[in-house]
């Protein structure tokens, strides 16, 4: 019996698909987004006249379907490669959290697109690029296909700002 209890954890690859952590993680994912996917069939359709863009009823199906396809990958790339355990979360997760405060007050008293773009060239950083020109082009390409993602596929506006207003008027 002792000897039984000082082994160790059995190894993950010999238990079954269900017990192992990535499973049980991807699993509440996508049990929680199909639950909220079956809650939009209820959304009532707004009239053409009314709607800029895309319905909004289609917006919320397209995300959760993103985030179930999404986590089908994830999953299947952890039975090829699976997760190492850490005995803590490494430093750059902290600072990313850091950064999504530093993004909330940006866009909250500056600007929505530059609280994009510093956040995007931040969090790039600190998970390790550190060519110059490479964050340069994330700060403008990415808040700048957000931009025309919402502005033009879902037809919304960004709040006023400081970038904002030059474009806006």
Same mark, same amino acid.
């Given at each position: ?28 994912? *996508?049990?929680?987004? *199909? ?109 700048? *296909? ?6 033009? *596929? ?16």
């Amino acid at each position: 019996m002792n000897n039984v209890q000082s082994k160790k954890r059995a190894n993950q690859k010999s238990l079954p698909f269900f017990v192992r952590d990535a499973f049980r993680v991807c699993f509440v994912i *996508i049990f929680i987004s *199909i639950i909220l996917l079956i809650s939009t069939f209820s959304f009532d359709i707004v009239p053409p006249i009314l709607n800029r863009g895309i319905q909004p009823v289609t917006f919320p199906k397209g995300l959760l379907i993103l985030i179930i396809s999404l986590t089908l990958i994830v999953y299947y790339l952890s039975l090829k490669n699976p997760w190492k355990i850490e005995k803590k979360l490494p430093k750059p997760f902290f600072i990313t959290l850091l950064n999504f405060v530093l993004f909330v007050i940006i866009s909250k008293f500056l600007d929505f697109f530059l609280a994009i773009s510093v956040l995007s060239v931040l969090v790039s950083y600190f998970w390790g690029e550190r060519r110059i020109l490479y964050l340069i082009m994330v700060s403008i390409i990415f808040p700048i *296909i957000v931009f025309i993602f919402f502005e033009t *596929i879902l037809g919304l506006r960004f709040p006023p700002g400081i970038i904002t207003n030059l474009y806006y008027y």
